[in-house]
């Protein structure tokens, strides 16, 4: 119960002071939608092109709405030293740092339904496959927010917590299948697609959409779980030698 | 007070090196239950390296720490639910008010709402910031950030408190305020390991002490104990218009009840197990052509003590950490 007080007042506390702030809020809904528009100008095709491009926008919109909190918030509550205060209470670091994420797990996946919400007023989404996408923004969701915790982990200021953001975030739109066929990509550089996280997501929300996706359901979740739990751990295992040393 | 002979704090040959620099070098202590033990030192003596090993923020090299009977050397989480801590810098979240950061920090420790909200507003209410509780913690001064940075070290009544510089950097009326809540939780039984560089404090409120100098510790006893050598001793200092070599051996000749030191050009210190009678040293020193500026009584203290057992002039180490932090203790 104690423990549940102090994750539950983590959380609370993370989404007041940083998720629902205005900003944040309108970043949440103004980034998919410029992502959305975006691909739509640029493909120059119509409105049966939705569903072709919405495993991409969605995965793109968790992508950015998690790294970018996350890396901010932690980085600045270590600065500020704020952050020793959670270290310093009668919790797990493994609570502590899920309760951290929480937030951001939860803010990429509502921001995962807005290209969603959006394409429902353009296209006939009767044939998608609920089942297989909610796990899937779960995953991705939370894939992405560890992947963004093991980043900020690195950095000790904003910036450069931003700028390694970005240094895995923009190579991923192009590597991981999010707009593009990863078989139309030169072989020499194809294997970097399979060792990133997103190139699962996608292809189980391309399957689930489009019914196009090159590998079983089973090895996509079984793979993306495995990311989760290495990129956790391996966090935790910075946080431990980094941050307390 | 409470008090008896167990420890709630043990420190055995603890070290920590940070690349080169030797940090903190094989010290050990202990804090007996219900104890006030301060750690006393200049800037960069490795007090607040010693206190994040104790806490579970910094990782010793070597050595053990137990903490309430618990040994936690390698798991500082397992003896965190005993503790609080006030660190050296008020680290409360700027977007929430006072109230909501203290409810904030009792949830961390599992206290039910209403018990965390009664708590609040009870330390709230003893460190005077009730009228500001639903301000923003970045509106407040920065003594009112003091108070409720330590108001949230104790809002879940720890047995035992870490304090690292409480009353630095904040106004005369806080830090007495401070001092006085100190003086409380020793009084209710907290056992309390003090950080400090104001000699003062240290010798008001604790009542055993630690020197640390260079990453080790020269000297730990007991306040009263610290005190003894300079216990009855009489100190007269007299500043004078100039000096000469020579003058030491001219006074010590013609005074030799008395022993006489000159810390600075121009300043004569004089120690005596008598009373000093100063008529007979303005003549002798007006006979020589010295003007006697000012004629000043010195009551002995903790300072003594510290100077001489560290060669660390006190006003030097006060000034160095009032431009690293700012402001001063009354």
Redesign the interface.
């Known amino acids: 119960?104690?423990?549940w007080?102090?994750f539950?007042?983590?959380f609370t506390?993370d989404m007041?002071?940083y998720y629902l702030k205005p900003p944040n809020v309108s970043w949440g809904i103004i980034f998919p939608l410029a992502w959305t528009g975006m691909f739509f100008i640029r493909s120059g095709l119509g409105l049966e092109s939705v569903l072709e491009l919405l495993p991409g926008v969605v995965t793109i919109s968790i992508l950015f709405g998690t790294t970018s909190l996350l890396s901010v918030t932690l980085t600045f509550e270590r600065r500020?030293?704020?952050f020793?205060?959670?270290?310093?209470?009668?919790?797990?670091?493994e609570l502590l740092m899920m309760a951290k994420t929480s937030g951001a797990i939860l803010f990429g996946i509502v921001n995962a339904f807005i290209p969603i919400v959006i394409a429902a007023f353009l296209a006939d989404m009767s044939g998608i496959v609920w089942s297989l996408v909610v796990p899937a923004i779960i995953l991705i969701g939370i894939v992405s927010t560890f992947l963004g915790l093991f980043i900020s982990v690195s950095a000790s200021e904003v910036f450069e917590a931003q700028t390694f953001s970005n240094f895995f975030r923009f190579p991923m739109i192009f590597l991981c299948g999010l707009f593009f066929p990863i078989l139309s990509l030169p072989i020499f550089i194809r294997w970097l697609s399979y060792i990133l996280p997103v190139t699962y997501g996608v292809d189980i929300l391309h399957g689930a959409v489009n019914g196009e996706h090159t590998m079983s359901y089973t090895l996509d979740f079984a793979i993306l779980g495995a990311f989760c739990v290495v990129l956790f751990l391996l966090s935790l295992h910075n946080i431990k030698h980094k941050w307390?040393? | 007070m409470k008090r008896d002979n167990s420890s709630a704090l043990e420190v055995a040959h603890l070290t920590k090196r940070y690349g080169e620099v030797l940090a903190v070098d094989d010290i050990s202590f202990q804090v007996n239950q219900g104890e006030l033990f301060g750690f006393l030192g200049p800037n960069g003596a490795g007090k607040t390296t010693t206190i994040n090993m104790l806490?579970?923020?910094?990782?010793p090299d070597t050595g053990a720490i137990n903490i309430g009977g618990i040994e936690c050397t390698r798991n500082p989480?397992a003896a965190?639910?005993l503790?609080g801590?006030v660190?050296d810098?008020s680290?409360?979240?700027?977007?929430?008010t006072g109230f909501e950061n203290l409810c904030?920090?009792a949830?961390?420790?599992?206290?039910?709402k209403k018990e965390r909200q009664e708590r609040a507003w009870e330390l709230l209410n003893t460190f005077g910031l009730s009228d500001a509780a639903n301000r923003k913690f970045n509106g407040y001064s920065k003594g009112m950030k003091r108070k409720l940075t330590f108001a949230?070290g104790i809002i879940h009544q720890p047995p035992i408190l870490f304090l690292d510089e409480p009353t630095t950097g904040i106004d005369v009326a806080s830090a007495r305020q401070v001092r006085q809540i100190i003086a409380g939780l020793h009084r209710r039984g907290t056992s309390i390991f003090l950080t400090t560089h104001y000699i003062e404090e240290a010798e008001r409120l604790c009542e055993r002490i630690a020197f640390i100098v260079n990453g080790r510790i020269v000297q730990t006893d007991l306040t009263v104990n610290l005190l003894q050598p300079v216990k009855g001793r009489n100190v007269l200092f007299l500043s004078i218009s100039n000096s000469r070599a020579s003058l030491a051996g001219e006074m010590a000749s013609a005074f030799p009840q008395y022993q006489f030191q000159f810390p600075t050009p121009g300043q004569v210190r004089i120690e005596s197990e008598e009373p000093v009678n100063v008529g007979p040293l303005i003549r002798f020193l007006e006979e020589r052509g010295f003007q006697v500026i000012e004629a000043r009584r010195h009551l002995p203290s903790l300072e003594d003590i510290f100077i001489r057992v560290t060669g660390i002039e006190a006003e030097l180490m006060r000034k160095d950490k009032e431009k690293a932090g700012g402001g001063g203790g009354d």
């Open positions: 119960m104690k423990r007080i102090a539950s007042n983590i506390k007041r002071a500020s030293r704020s020793e205060r959670l270290i310093l209470a009668p919790i797990s670091l307390i040393n | 806490i579970g923020l910094a990782r989480k965190q639910h503790v801590v660190p810098e680290n409360l979240y700027s977007e929430l904030f920090c949830a961390l420790y599992g206290m039910r949230a």
